[in-house]
């Protein structure tokens, strides 16, 4: 076991946390010597200390003990913005779909200013979001232009303070926008977010959306989200999408839609239980 590479991982995570060696020691109810010590690499942690080590440090046991340093070279995990926003029109002007072109003049206005997050330094719009999601539908056959406006118009609501009723949709699109829109409901409120996905479940049209949605985010989350949020994800993706994704099932043309989704989901859900 190689003490000078845990010891400098340590140390990496801690600078990453913005935590002084003292501040690190008070949060594990040690001195800051021992924590230099532990960087050094003279001494480990004690192994009941361990378990706190890694969460204060948002860091997984196996990392941190893992034999061999990976040093990948990480690329961007969100697609080309401009060329998203030209595929998409240019596909919804050839197969005519009015909602999802009236949708997309109001992607810059509402999203425009906003940034994807990364923890790497990756700079992106977050019109990458839902140009990713309107992509991933014609990708897999769909030509709905209720579904493709619908997963294009997901997020205003929530994040750029517009209403339903503003956008240039029907009501079908309008409804389930609103249901997927968080900010429709009181998080102080108990059992708020359980009654937020039994609302989904029951529209067809918002489960498609709520469902595009989580696989685009499960797919870039290690990029944005600490180790504690991507546990939280995970566990929120296996308790409440499955009774999600069985609405799609009976919805006989969405049928093969319904099979990709699920298995884009559930495997990067079981990867990341493997993983974390």
């Given at each position: 076991?190689?003490?000078?590479?845990?010891?400098?991982?340590?140390?990496?995570?801690?600078?990453?946390?913005?935590?002084?060696?003292?501040?690190?020691?008070?949060?594990?109810?040690?001195?800051?010597?021992?924590?230099?010590?532990?960087?050094?690499?003279?001494?480990?942690?004690?192994?009941?200390?361990?378990?706190?080590?890694?969460?204060?440090?948002?860091?997984?046991?196996?990392?941190?003990?893992?034999?061999?340093?990976?040093?990948?070279?990480?690329?961007?995990?969100?697609?080309?913005?401009?060329?998203?926003?030209?595929?998409?029109?240019?596909?919804?002007?050839?197969?005519?779909?009015?909602?999802?072109?009236?949708?997309?003049?109001?992607l810059r206005p509402?999203?425009?200013?906003?940034?994807?997050r990364s923890k790497?330094?990756?700079?992106?719009?977050?019109?990458?979001?839902?140009?990713?999601?309107?992509?991933?539908?014609?990708?897999?056959?769909?030509?709905?232009?209720?579904?493709?406006?619908?997963?294009?118009?997901?997020?205003?609501?929530?994040?750029?303070?517009?209403?339903?009723?503003?956008?240039?949709?029907?009501?079908?699109?309008?409804?389930?926008?609103?249901?997927?829109?968080?900010?429709?409901?009181?998080?102080?409120?108990?059992?708020?977010?359980?009654?937020?996905?039994?609302?989904?479940?029951?529209?067809?049209?918002?489960?498609?959306?709520?469902?595009?949605?989580?696989?685009?985010?499960?797919?870039?989350?290690?990029?944005?989200?600490?180790?504690?949020r991507m546990i939280?994800?995970?566990?929120?993706?296996?308790?409440?999408?499955?009774?999600?994704?069985?609405?799609?099932?009976?919805?006989?043309?969405?049928?093969?839609?319904?099979?990709?989704?699920?298995?884009?989901?559930?495997?990067?859900?079981?990867?990341?239980?493997?993983?974390?």
């Open positions: 076991m190689n003490n000078k590479l845990i010891g400098d991982r340590i140390k990496a995570a801690r600078l990453a946390k913005g935590l002084s060696q003292e501040q690190l020691g008070e949060k594990l109810g040690v001195s800051f010597q021992a924590v230099s010590t532990w960087e050094q690499g003279k001494f480990l942690p004690d192994s009941d200390r361990l378990p706190e080590l890694a969460k204060v440090l948002d860091l997984s046991l196996d990392s941190l003990f893992a034999e061999e340093e990976k040093n990948w070279e990480l690329k961007p995990v969100n697609y080309d913005v401009s060329h998203m926003f030209t595929f998409v029109k240019g596909r919804a002007q050839m197969l005519g779909l009015p909602q999802t072109l009236a949708v997309m003049d109001l509402a999203h425009g200013a906003q940034q994807r790497y330094g990756f700079e992106c719009s977050y019109m990458a979001h839902p140009l990713t999601m309107a992509c991933h539908t014609l990708a897999m056959g769909l030509k709905d232009d209720d579904v493709i406006a619908a997963a294009l118009a997901h997020d205003m609501v929530e994040d750029s303070h517009m209403k339903p009723d503003d956008l240039p949709v029907n009501d079908r699109v309008r409804e389930a926008v609103r249901l997927v829109s968080k900010n429709m409901y009181d998080p102080n409120e108990p059992d708020w977010e359980k009654q937020y996905f039994a609302n989904i479940r029951k529209n067809p049209l918002a489960c498609i959306v709520k469902c595009l949605d989580r696989t685009n985010n499960l797919a870039g989350m290690a990029d944005a989200f600490s180790r504690k939280q994800y995970t566990e929120e993706t296996d308790h409440y999408y499955p009774a999600l994704l069985d609405v799609l099932k009976k919805v006989p043309e969405w049928n093969d839609v319904w099979w990709l989704l699920r298995y884009q989901m559930m495997t990067m859900t079981e990867a990341f239980k493997r993983l974390l």
